[in-house]
């Protein structure tokens, strides 16, 4: 993966599902009526113009309609964003315009109205390749629905990737295996698995905590970690980030501009963005409920309900957080250089006597493949 030294990124946000999935804890919302999308475009309209005035001379290097469900948008609508885009900024030739999608049939065959809408890549929530888990993930399709729609990106988009969700109540690593050999027949340049994790205020949350939802000890959960590992390594997937797999190439350049500590403006409700502005980082988040968002916008501009200047602590943590989630792992001297002052080498030494880290002739720090399962006590060691 080549860094580049200046990415900008546009992260535009659709904050409506068809229902709410119960493991889920993103800005999400269902809708009993019809949305307004024409309201909605126009507020997107307002707010990138208004984020716009204050972010003058960027290129955009990547765009990406995340949710929620994006793909219930109307193709029309997603062209009116990237028009407004465009009109605020330029936008690179080669910029990767990705669109999260559900791989329901009705959304699938939008997919090519979004292809002329100018959007070049998918990510579809595929989450599982087996019925009865498709139902108890509270998903709308079935694995069949789920591969034809895999089967329609790939002959509709060059590229394409899909979600799977791992260490799954009572799933074992040679079930595991066959799942995800299956998936990676399918793949295109690129795969996110994630692991099940119970997030506060959802369902499964308090089904965990009435002890009707077991998930996998922590040895179970680090086979099947390692199983992922073993068999998207040996397909020519290895991971570029923890839970990003992708042939060389194939990595998802906009996550790679959160990852690598780029700026990036957040669109919509409940969004958020990096932005550098007179030489100071800025984290802006914006109204997370919809109709709230759309009434802030009508009247001031835009939906930004917070705008903090981020801290030299609070941006090297950020980096290192982030950073160090890469298999490239961080640049040392551009660390130093956030921060302004280098890394201990004494802990760094630990760590590395440990086989957790390694340092990089070019002069970077990555977690090695035992660190992973335990980032974050690594994160938080280097941090200290």
Same mark, same amino acid.
């Given at each position: ?7 900008f ?19 999400s919302?269902v ?52 028009n ?6 330029? !936008? ?15 959304e699938?065959?939008r997919?090519?109205? $979004? ?8 990510s579809?929530g ?33 590229? $394409? ?15 595991? &295996? ?25 369902p499964?949350?308090?089904?965990? &905590? ?22 998207? @390594? ?5 991971? $570029? ?19 690598? @500590?780029?700026? $990036?403006?957040?669109i919509?409700?409940g ?22 968002w759309?009434?802030l !916008? ?20 950020e ?66």
């Amino acid at each position: 993966m080549s860094e580049p030294e200046q990415a900008f990124g546009v992260y535009v946000h659709w904050p409506f599902c068809l229902s709410k999935c119960p493991y889920c804890d993103f800005n999400s919302h269902v809708r009993r009526e019809p949305v307004d999308e024409p309201r909605f475009l126009k507020a997107f309209h307002t707010e990138i113009g208004t984020i716009a005035e204050r972010l003058r001379g960027r290129t955009v290097s990547t765009i990406f309609f995340g949710g929620g469900t994006p793909s219930l948008m109307q193709p029309a609508t997603i062209a009116g964003v990237l028009n407004s885009i465009a009109r605020q900024w330029r !936008v690179a030739a080669d910029a990767e315009i990705t669109l999260e999608a559900n791989p329901t049939s009705v959304e699938a065959t939008r997919f090519r109205g $979004y292809r002329a809408a100018g959007v070049n890549r998918v990510s579809l929530g595929v989450q599982a390749l087996d019925d009865r888990v498709l139902a108890e993930l509270g998903r709308m399709h079935s694995a069949r629905e789920a591969l034809d729609a895999v089967g329609i990106a790939r002959s509709v988009f060059n590229r $394409y990737s899909f979600d799977l969700i791992y260490a799954r109540p009572n799933q074992e690593p040679k079930a595991w &295996a066959r799942e995800l050999k299956a998936a990676l027949a399918e793949a295109g340049d690129h795969l996110s698995l994630y692991q099940l994790t119970i997030e506060p205020e959802t369902p499964f949350f308090a089904l965990h &905590a009435a002890g009707k939802l077991r998930l996998p000890g922590e040895d179970a959960a680090r086979a099947l970690y390692d199983t992922t590992q073993e068999v998207c @390594a040996a397909a020519g997937m290895p991971a $570029y980030e923890i839970s990003n797999h992708a042939r060389p190439g194939g990595e998802c350049r906009h996550n790679l501009v959160y990852w690598r @500590a780029q700026e $990036y403006a957040g669109i919509g409700p409940g969004a958020h963005g990096r932005l550098d502005i007179d030489g100071e980082r800025h984290a802006a988040a914006t109204e997370k409920r919809p109709e709230a968002w759309l009434s802030l !916008v009508e009247t001031q501009g835009h939906g930004v309900i917070s705008d903090e200047v981020l801290t030299r602590e609070e941006r090297s943590d950020e980096f290192l957080l982030m950073g160090l989630r890469l298999a490239e792992g961080i640049d040392l001297d551009r660390y130093a250089e956030v921060s302004g002052r280098p890394l201990d080498p004494a802990r760094i030494a630990v760590l590395h006597e440990h086989g957790l880290v390694e340092t990089t002739q070019e002069g970077r720090l990555r977690v090695t493949l035992p660190g992973f399962p335990v980032l974050d006590a690594v994160v938080a060691d280097l941090a200290a």
